[in-house]
């Protein structure tokens, strides 16, 4: 089993980043997508959920209008564009695929917003 994120990097405010999600070696399309961002000295904190088919699309506040969750099952791979990019959103972001048996995560990819 594995989740691999990827994307991350150094983008000026305003910018934009799109980040990916691959999995592997389980049922993806069984499984939700939730992405999770954590910056130094706080909590992880939940970013965004996709369900199943991709149908249904929840997002933090602090990131609603600005980012958008997707996903492609025959790919087997999930997606965070994120758009006018906040120091704020420094973080290293996680993705996570979660059914009612297992919770898989990945290793993080780095966002720092920064001019």
């Known amino acids: 089993v594995r989740v691999v994120e990827s994307g991350g990097g150094l983008v000026q405010p305003g910018g934009s980043l799109r980040l990916s999600c691959t999995a592997s070696?389980?049922?993806?399309?069984?499984?939700?997508i939730r992405w999770y961002r954590q910056a130094p000295g706080k909590e992880r904190e939940w970013v965004a959920r996709?369900?199943?088919?991709?149908?249904?699309?929840d997002y933090a506040d602090s990131v609603e209008g600005r980012f958008t969750g997707s996903r492609d099952n025959a790919k087997n791979m999930a997606y965070l564009q994120m758009n006018s990019l906040r120091p704020e959103d420094s973080a290293v972001y996680f993705c996570?695929?979660?059914?009612?048996?297992?919770?898989?995560w990945g290793q993080g990819t780095q966002v720092t917003v920064s001019s």
């Open positions: 996570n695929a979660n059914s009612r048996w297992n919770d898989y």
């Open positions: 070696g389980f049922t993806f399309s069984t499984h939700i």
């Open positions: 996709i369900s199943n088919g991709g149908a249904i699309i």
